[in-house]
């Protein structure tokens, strides 16, 4: 029998003895390869040698797309692993044409993102962000006041209502967190959750979205980029939220219309906002890039540092995920995937498409 052939391509580890390791605890015994490619980022599937795609039947991707040109490349693919929750970056009809089974990894980086949308949170709701950048100001001749500076911003949790959209296993990590760091009152929304669940956690449930951002004064978004959730928080959420609110985004860029973003942040609806996702990731930086012209108006205001949002949006490289924890978390729960579907069967983690 011909052995499964599983690929990391993008180059992620100095070897694969951890894959052989994981791999060869299979229940079925079946014989397998690994193997590695070194596309890194920007590299293209076509670039690995056809007589090695022909023969891949499992595939992990973490930071590539996979269209439907490169679904074709692969003639036996049997099992791809997204090597992480979101699943966006994949071409879902393509890979379903080809009798493809997706897979991702719900149960890694759940602390990490987690502690990272409080800590955005935090850093925008205790000032943190507005005095560090009035301390470090560099183009005034005038040292900066040693003082606090009164803005909508800062605001006491225990009278405050802490909102979630979305209330996965990192959401209802978000809500035990802010929970225990007193806001007063933790509601959520959540469509696809049985009756009860708010009950189990001590937090309140809303029956609407708009009902969520209505009431919400931090407001800390966690659901996935499909169809029904893109472009989803835009003018209409945002012009709901109560003057001087806050917004956190650790989901997914494509939630959150950046042109209406901006304006609640312009008109002073939003005090602030932390970001740890955008739409197009990664922002074009060089200024020799033919892309950098096109970086949203928001996020070139952000990276000048204008004074009108100086201490009210932080942004951060989608990197709430990281700890050197996770990410051996992202390996190992991977590995384990792969096998247990590619080799044994199973359906571990297995995502099906009508169920997005």
């Not at 996770?326 to 995937?337: M, P």
Request: charged content about 25%; proline content about 5%.
């Amino acid at each position: 029998m011909a052995p499964f052939v599983v690929l990391e391509p993008e180059g992620l580890y100095a070897d694969t003895s951890l894959e052989h390791t994981i791999l060869s605890t299979s229940l079925s015994k079946l014989p397998f390869e690994v193997h590695q490619a070194n596309l890194g980022e920007d590299l293209s599937y076509s670039t690995i040698p056809a007589e090695l795609r022909q023969r891949v039947n499992g595939l992990f991707v973490f930071r590539h797309w996979v269209k439907a040109d490169d679904v074709d490349l692969f003639e036996n693919l049997k099992v791809i692993v997204r090597m992480g929750v979101g699943y966006d970056r994949l071409d879902r009809v393509a890979l379903d044409r080809n009798g493809v089974v997706v897979c991702n990894c719900p149960d890694y980086g759940t602390t990490e993102v987690a502690d990272h949308a409080i800590g955005l949170a935090l850093s925008l709701r205790r000032g943190i962000l507005l005095h560090h950048d009035a301390q470090r100001t560099l183009t005034s001749p005038e040292p900066a006041l040693w003082e606090y500076i009164p803005s909508p911003l800062v605001q006491r949790p225990s009278v405050r209502t802490f909102g979630i959209l979305g209330l996965g296993r990192i959401g209802t990590a978000v809500a035990l967190r802010a929970k225990a760091l007193g806001w007063s009152k933790v509601v959520f929304f959540d469509p696809y959750l049985p009756n009860g669940v708010d009950r189990a956690l001590g937090i309140d449930r809303v029956r609407t979205k708009e009902e969520l951002f209505e009431c919400s004064d931090t407001l800390s978004l966690h659901v996935p980029l499909t169809g029904e959730t893109r472009g989803i928080v835009g003018k209409d959420l945002l012009g709901r939220m109560k003057k001087g609110s806050i917004l956190v985004n650790t989901s997914r860029g494509g939630v959150v219309d950046l042109d209406a973003l901006e304006d609640a942040l312009k008109s002073g609806k939003l005090a602030g906002a932390g970001l740890d996702v955008i739409p197009v990731e990664p922002a074009p930086r060089k200024p020799g890039q033919k892309e950098v012209e096109n970086v949203h108006s928001l996020i070139q205001a952000y990276r000048k540092g204008e004074e009108w949002l100086k201490g009210r949006l932080v942004i951060t490289p989608h990197v709430a995920f990281y700890s050197q924890e996770s990410w051996d978390d992202i390996r190992r729960l991977s590995c384990e995937t792969m096998r247990d579907v590619l080799l044994d069967g199973l359906k571990t983690n297995v995502i099906r498409i009508e169920d997005e």
